[in-house]
């Protein structure tokens, strides 16, 4: 996992109270909230629902590379209750604290947690912003999942195993397949998203690498 994820820090051992609860991210609207607040807070974001896209697609990042991940590496999984989130929120999701030894899980379990049970819970509390409708937060989860993928290719994850690992995944999700491409580029795996997460609306800010009116060369070469 920690080769896989050079960009984060992984630790097995009980987590500090400072740290974010995933459980609660799912389970209380007011923390899932938060994650916009600080989303704001830490970036030139000025629109709430530009701010509550980023997050999601951010938190479901962390998400998949501590769930998702492991289960396409062939180690299990840390259900998404388990794990916390070390950092300043708002982009600084630097740590993930996944305590004791991965599990084994199945495709269906793996979907049922991941997805029914946290990432569409916690899209549900961002409902509330305006602009943050279903269709388009399931592209900020898309997006978050390919990602993950992605970023371990520029680790020591091989892209070939992760990619069918992916095509699994958007063969048992319908809806999953249209949020983007998983496809190799210039650093490995690169997810090309089909739903903008409004990023190019900060001030002096433009369209992020992945921003679906950019063209498919630019985003795989960047």
């Known amino acids: ?11 097995c051992d ?8 995933c459980a609660q991210v799912a389970g209380d609207p007011e923390v899932a909230l938060g994650l916009v607040a600080a989303e704001l807070a830490a970036t030139a974001h ?15 990042i962390k998400i998949g590379q501590a769930t998702v991940l492991p289960w396409a590496l062939g180690l299990g999984w840390w259900h998404p209750d388990r794990v916390r989130l070390g950092g300043d929120g708002g982009h600084g999701w630097h740590t ?20 029914e049970g946290h990432l569409f819970r916690v899209a549900g509390h961002l ?3 305006r602009g943050c ?10 997006f978050g999942i ?16 992760l990619s069918l690992a992916h095509q699994q995944l958007c063969a048992a999700l319908p809806w999953l397949g249209p949020t983007g491409r998983l496809l190799p580029g210039t650093h490995g795996l690169t997810f090309l998203r089909n739903h903008c997460c409004l ?15 950019r063209t498919d060369e630019d985003r795989l070469t960047t």
Do not use: K, N
């Open 1 to 11: 996992m920690a080769a896989a994820c050079p960009e984060i820090r992984i630790h």
């Open 14 to 21: 009980p987590a500090p109270p400072d740290t974010l609860s």
């Open 46 to 60: 000025r629109v709430e629902a530009a701010a509550a896209r980023t997050a999601l697609s951010v938190y479901a």
């Open 96 to 115: 993930l604290h996944l305590p004791g030894a991965p599990e084994p899980v199945t495709l269906a379990e793996l979907i049922d947690g991941i997805f």
């Open 127 to 129: 409902a509330a912003v």
């Open 133 to 142: 409708a279903r269709p388009t937060m399931l592209g900020q989860i898309g």
């Open 146 to 161: 390919g990602t993950a993928f992605a970023r371990a290719t520029r680790g020591a994850a091989d892209s070939a195993h």
């Open 199 to 213: 990023f190019w609306t900060a001030p002096e800010e433009d369209a992020c690498r992945s921003c679906p009116r």
